[in-house]
């Protein structure tokens, strides 16, 4: 059984990687405009970022 509050413990950056196990953050998503690969770009200030496409034409 999983305890709730060693997760809570873990940093940001594992604590991400559990909840994309668990399917509840995309690891990877695609591109809805293209088809094309996306990666997340940081925001300076924020946890988190954006997904934003990898291709020259999108």
Known sequence: ??????????????????LEELGLLHGKRTCEAC???TTIQNIKDRRYGNWRCTTKNC
Not at 3 to 17: E, P, Q, T, V
Request: aromatic share 10%.
């Open 1 to 18: 059984m999983i305890d709730l509050g060693d997760k809570l413990r873990l940093s940001d950056n594992d604590f991400d990687a559990w």
């Open 35 to 37: 088809g094309g690969r």
